[in-house]
Antibody, heavy 121, light 107 residues
Framework: EVQLVESGGGLVQPGRSLKLSCLAS????????MNWIRQAPGKGLEWVAS????????YYADTVKGRFTISRDNAKNTLYLQMTSLRSEDTALYYC??????????????WGQGTLVTVSS | TGETTQSPASLSFSLGETATMTCRAS??????LAWYQQKTGQVPRLLIH???TRASGVPARFSGSGSGTDFTLTVSSLESEDVAIYYC?????????FGSGTKLEIK
């Protein structure tokens, strides 16, 4: 069974940093592209970033480009999102999601339960 | 990538009826479109990919159609468990833009 478990969320002040993690199990992590998607309270879904299976290809939404960094450690079956210069508009539930292949644009086949990030002073 | 437009924003039907919602991509995406269902307080669930292929375990009451820029999700024989927000997601290019969602309610 595919499982994605996010962690690292919390309350953080504007301008500070936070690092999210997503521990994957139930599939061969190194074979699949991975993604971060967020959902602000009461709002819709917003794609944040994607990384291919070997980290060769990385893409970001314009809203986070230059502030967020997606990475992965295939040996640890873990996906990361380093978030810096956080803003109030980054407040959201952050989902980790698995693509259906190694790294071409794709649908999001599996989702974690999400980790909540709140940016507030 | 431009905006992805879903309509209507909400719709209400009686049990057993058929509901249809649409998704319009800003540019042609071929058949590269997915649909997701999100019930209140739950994680989004993949329903349809490649415009019309149901994901594993999705009932045949859910069907997708369309290509290019215009797509449709149809939910037939509506059940109370279908109450949710439905999102579409074109995926031809990187920089994914989800639609704003269609909220399905039962009368």
């Amino acid at each position: 069974e595919v499982q994605l478990v996010e962690s690292g969320g919390g309350l953080v002040q504007p301008g500070r940093s936070l690092k999210l993690s997503c521990l994957a199990s139930g599939f061969t992590f190194s074979n699949y592209g991975m993604n971060w998607i967020r959902q602000a309270p009461g709002k819709g879904l917003e794609w944040v970033a994607s990384i291919s299976s070997s980290s060769s290809y990385i893409y970001y939404a314009d809203t986070v480009k230059g502030r967020f960094t997606i990475s992965r450690d295939n040996a640890k079956n873990t996906l990361y999102l380093q978030m810096t210069s956080l803003r109030s508009e980054d407040t959201a539930l952050y989902y980790c999601a698995r693509s259906n292949n190694y790294g071409s644009p794709n649908w999001f086949a599996y989702w974690g339960q999400g980790t909540l990030v709140t940016v507030s002073s | 990538t431009g905006e992805t437009t879903q309509s209507p924003a909400s719709l209400s039907f009686s049990l057993g009826e058929t509901a249809t919602m649409t998704c319009r991509a800003s540019d042609s995406v071929g058949s590269y479109l997915a649909w997701y269902q999100q019930k209140t307080g739950q994680v989004p669930r993949l329903l349809i990919h490649t415009a019309s292929t149901r994901a594993s375990g999705v009932p045949a009451r859910f069907s997708g159609s369309g290509s290019g820029t215009d797509f449709t999700l149809t939910v037939s024989s509506l059940e109370s468990e279908d109450v949710a927000i439905y999102y579409c997601q074109p995926y031809k290019n990187w920089s994914f833009t989800f639609g704003s969602g269609t909220k399905l309610e039962i009368k």
